[in-house]
């Protein structure tokens, strides 16, 4: 009523004094005031009254009211008065099926994204929001499937997806356009794998994405091409370790007195120092060594 519009369905029946049954309603529909309210329910307790006394039945109907004319008129007649329908359905003949037939549409049926989902948690150990983000998704589950028969790591393969992946396509739809990628499944299998060989680091596999989301292009032979192989030379990095920490000798008393959460200080300024290329596995344990 707050916005200026009212409307109501009322239901009227009559019975005499001390009749126990109820007596056969009918709905008025529509009404649109507090006064058309009240004068159809007025006329309609009075109709099924002049019914009743005539000899006659009151049906079981729709009915609306006509404010100018201060009468109610049937509408539409219920078929029914148990299920209360409001228009007759075609009889239907009964439909037998066989447990054969169920149970040949059911091996036909395709994976539901639920039973996909469990199976990503139970058979790849992927966390169950991730999986939820990738089974929903018949884009992203395809790329997954098809990048893990090629390199059988499927919780890399699904960081990236919901990491540099996401990320593009997403910047993709803000802009108007297609979110699918034409990376194919053979550029991130990859892109894993030299991950894991120690190659590159995640970071440096984020900030070439872009340049694989169109196709065409493969990781390995991009970062060689553009010399941002991760550096595992223990020698060069403990070098920049021994600098970083000389240059901040008050983080490294704080970090001797307890407050370990520098750690991440110290690895940062690292990388910055080897241009990210340095191997991550290598600098916290060349840090460690020299901090302790």
């Known amino acids: 009523m707050e916005e200026g519009s009212f409307r109501c369905d009322a239901n009227v029946s009559i019975r005499p004094r001390g009749q126990k049954e109820f007596g056969t309603r009918t709905e008025l529909k529509n009404l649109n005031s507090f006064r058309h309210v009240q004068k ?4 309609e307790a009075a109709r099924q009254e002049d019914v009743i006394l005539d000899g006659g039945k009151v049906r079981q109907e729709t009915r609306l009211y006509d404010a100018a004319k201060n009468i109610t008129l049937a509408m539409r007649s219920k078929e ?3 299920d209360y329908r409001y228009f007759p359905d075609p009889d239907l ?3 037998c099926i066989s447990d054969e037939e169920l149970a040949l549409w059911k091996s036909q049926m395709p994976e539901l994204p639920a039973q996909r989902k469990k199976r990503f948690q139970t058979e790849w150990q992927i966390a ?3 999986a939820e983000l990738i089974a929903f998704d018949p884009y992203l589950t395809g790329l997954l499937e ?3 028969k090629i390199y059988n790591e499927p919780k890399k393969i699904a960081n990236l997806i919901l990491g540099p992946l996401l990320r593009e396509m997403n910047q993709r739809i803000a802009e108007g356009k297609d979110g699918k990628l034409g990376i194919e499944p053979e550029a991130l299998a990859e892109l894993a794998k030299i991950i894991d060989s120690g190659l590159i680091s995640f970071k440096i596999a984020a900030d070439i994405f872009p340049d694989l989301v169109n196709g065409g292009v ?3 032979a991009l970062v060689k091409e553009r010399g941002l192989a991760q550096v595992s030379d223990t020698g060069a990095i403990e070098q920049a370790v021994l600098k970083v920490i000389a240059a901040n000798p008050t983080e490294v008393e704080a970090f001797k007195g307890g407050k370990t959460k520098l750690m991440g200080f110290f690895v940062g300024q690292i990388m910055r120092e080897m241009k990210g290329k ?3 596995a290598v600098v ?3 840090l460690m060594k020299h901090l302790s």
């Open 80 to 82: 029914d008065a148990e």
């Open 284 to 286: 916290n344990e060349l």
């Open 278 to 280: 340095a191997n991550p």
């Open 146 to 148: 098809k990048s893990v």
């Open 40 to 43: 159809a329910i007025e006329y």
């Open 218 to 220: 493969m990781p390995e």
């Open 128 to 130: 169950e929001s991730e």
């Open 93 to 95: 003949l009964p439909v």
